[in-house]
């Protein structure tokens, strides 16, 4: 059995174990035979949450038992790989059981998420999101070049369970966030955003389904 300890700074750029001791918040990603097996967030030097992922054919009543009650834990299930990204059933931990609410989690090939949703034990939608990196990007206007988006730039769609309901930044590319598609499509037509994306881009991130790229 191999095991590999990888660090992450909070835009999900790789940093070395040096980096990660003179940061206050970064992600300390632990693998076993290069399978994720835990996620340690870590801000302003305290752990906020640990994610935890069961490998094909482990006891998950094993996997709880061997949890630390310190740390507030999330248990990864029933692993899939759809169009190269990966996608996981998330539950909280409460107490010593899984709570029955759960999200479906899908990440990239970097373990960075693109979609997260929740559902109810009857498997119907709640809430979620769709996050859309701009990180190293170029920022386009109308063709042109105006600079470089920084590694902090996303932009979330937000859905309820009747469709889209916000669409947001983690960064002043807008003001304020857009309250419905029209408005976001007549405003950012030939702007930073749409320019980066292809029609099936768009169709993916303004739609509830497919929650799996197919891009």
Same mark, same amino acid.
Request: charged share 20%; aromatic share 14%; hydrophobic share 35%.
């Given at each position: 059995?191999?095991?590999?300890?990888?660090?992450?700074?909070?835009?999900?750029?790789?940093?070395?174990?040096?980096?990660?001791?003179?940061?206050?918040?970064?992600?300390?990603?632990?693998?076993?035979?290069?399978?994720?097996?835990?996620?340690?967030? $870590?801000? *302003? *030097?305290?752990?906020? *949450?640990?994610?935890?992922?069961?490998?094909?054919?482990?006891?998950?009543?094993?996997?709880?038992?061997?949890?630390?009650?310190?740390?507030?834990?999330?248990?990864?299930? *029933?692993?899939?790989?759809?169009?190269?990204?990966?996608?996981?059933?998330?539950?909280?931990?409460?107490?010593?059981?899984?709570?029955?609410?759960?999200?479906?989690?899908?990440?990239?090939?970097?373990?960075?998420?693109?979609?997260?949703?929740?559902?109810?034990?009857? =498997?119907?939608? $709640?809430?979620?999101?769709?996050?859309?990196?701009?990180?190293?990007?170029? !920022?386009?206007?109308?063709?042109?070049?105006?600079?470089?988006?920084?590694?902090?730039?996303?932009?979330?769609?937000?859905?309820?369970?009747?469709?889209?309901?916000? !669409?947001?930044?983690?960064?002043?590319?807008?003001?304020?966030?857009?309250?419905?598609?029209?408005?976001?499509?007549?405003?950012?037509?030939?702007?930073?955003?749409?320019?980066?994306?292809?029609?099936?881009?768009?169709?993916?991130?303004?739609?509830?389904?497919?929650?799996?790229? =197919?891009?």
């Amino acid at each position: 059995m191999s095991t590999n300890t990888v660090f992450h700074n909070l835009y999900g750029t790789i940093i070395t174990s040096s980096q990660s001791e003179l940061a206050d918040s970064y992600y300390k990603l632990s693998y076993v035979d290069n399978e994720l097996k835990t996620k340690f967030s $870590i801000f *302003n *030097n305290k752990i906020l *949450n640990v994610d935890y992922y069961l490998s094909a054919g482990e006891d998950i009543n094993v996997g709880l038992g061997s949890l630390d009650p310190q740390y507030s834990w999330t248990v990864y299930t *029933n692993k899939q790989i759809i169009n190269t990204y990966t996608v996981w059933d998330a539950r909280r931990v409460v107490g010593n059981s899984l709570e029955s609410l759960y999200s479906k989690v899908v990440l990239n090939t970097n373990n960075q998420t693109v979609a997260i949703f929740s559902y109810t034990p009857g =498997n119907e939608i $709640i809430e979620g999101f769709k996050k859309f990196d701009l990180g190293g990007k170029n !920022i386009l206007d109308d063709g042109n070049i105006e600079g470089v988006f920084g590694d902090d730039a996303d932009v979330f769609f937000k859905f309820d369970n009747a469709g889209i309901k916000e !669409i947001d930044t983690s960064t002043e590319i807008f003001l304020k966030p857009y309250k419905t598609l029209s408005i976001f499509f007549d405003e950012q037509q030939g702007g930073p955003i749409l320019s980066l994306m292809t029609p099936d881009m768009v169709s993916y991130y303004t739609n509830i389904l497919p929650l799996v790229p =197919n891009f």
